[in-house]
């Protein structure tokens, strides 16, 4: 996604900036420390999903937590082909549909994901995130699917 020329025709409005903020910040995602600089210092990203059956459920509160909670997953799968699918921003809020390819270090099993961000910013910076994604993802990439 790019960001069109402006013009005094088509100004840019403050949609397009926090459009191109979230493309920026879900490309990063894949370096946990230039993604968290896109983080205010006390957002909070949730993680909605039963701890059962997705291990990366929960509430990350500050920069630090949600860095960590980044670098967890890493270690745990590899991602790659990110692509968004649908995105829809008014104001501050923002409404993500993508895609990501991933593939789990222990089994090699390799899936393609869905997940849902919402995400509210404050200035040009994300202040909260509610993350949902495919419970029985783990399962099936960790071969624990029944």
């Known amino acids: 996604m790019t960001a069109r020329a402006t013009s005094i025709f088509l ?8 459009r191109e903020l979230i493309v920026e910040a879900l490309q990063a995602r ?7 600089e896109y983080f205010h210092e006390d957002a909070v990203f949730y993680v909605l999903g039963r701890i059962c059956d997705y291990s990366a459920s929960g509430v990350f509160r500050g920069r630090d937590q949600i860095l960590d ?10 991602c790659s082909e990110r692509k968004i699918l649908n995105l829809v921003v008014e104001g501050d809020k923002v409404g993500v549909r993508r895609s990501v390819v991933v593939r789990h270090h222990g089994t090699a ?6 997940f849902a961000d919402f995400v509210k910013f404050r200035g040009e910076k994300i202040a909260e995130v509610f993350e949902y994604a495919d419970t029985a993802w783990l399962k099936r990439l960790s071969g624990d699917e029944d």
């Not at 894949?30 to 968290?36: E, L, M, R």
């Not at 909670?69 to 590899?78: A, L, T």
């Open 11 to 18: 100004p840019e409005t403050a949609n397009e900036r926090t």
């Open 30 to 36: 894949a370096d946990p420390a230039k993604c968290v």
């Open 69 to 78: 909670h980044f670098r967890r997953i890493n270690s745990e799968v590899e």
């Open 109 to 114: 099993a390799v899936s393609r994901l869905i």
